[in-house]
């Protein structure tokens, strides 16, 4: 019988600064997928604003590799203080999994971003080269995390 493979979890949650406008920006740049594309990842077959059942496919470069990752929207959220989106991977993206990204505004007033994970390497290549694809995953994580700081 096959040994299954380990799944790798994780959260980051950063302050990305303070107040209702700020909430707001950065709500409106996660849901409309500017924090993906500042993050340099194209996000392809996408409707201009993220709605639960969206499939879009991800693309991106590790060197030498142009990476075509999809995905669906499992659920949205956009209220008053908290937006976001859950996705699952699909077949076809390198890990198997779901990824949060979330942008809340606290009581503190402060506006934090907030990505988690919990995946596996799906594909031969990104089984074959586990420690590669987690160190893969950690540099697209903070490419994000940079991305809604700015």
Do not use: N
């Amino acid at each position: 019988m096959r040994e299954a493979r380990p799944w790798t979890s994780f959260e980051h949650v950063v302050v990305v600064g303070t107040g209702p406008d700020r909430f707001a920006e950065v709500r409106e740049r996660l849901l409309t997928w500017r924090i993906h594309h500042d993050a340099h990842i194209e996000v392809l077959d996408a409707p201009p604003r993220a709605v639960p059942g969206a499939v879009v496919r991800q693309r991106f470069w590790l060197f030498p590799l142009r990476i075509i990752a999809p995905v669906k929207l499992r659920s949205v959220i956009d209220e008053e203080r908290r937006a976001g989106f859950t996705y699952t991977t699909l077949p076809g993206h390198p890990e198997e999994g779901v990824e949060d990204f979330f942008v809340d505004l606290r009581d503190s007033g402060e506006v934090t971003f907030t990505i988690r994970a919990r995946s596996r390497p799906a594909l031969w290549w990104s089984r074959l080269g586990a420690p590669v694809s987690l160190l893969a995953q950690r540099w697209i994580t903070r490419r994000y995390l940079e991305a809604a700081a700015r």
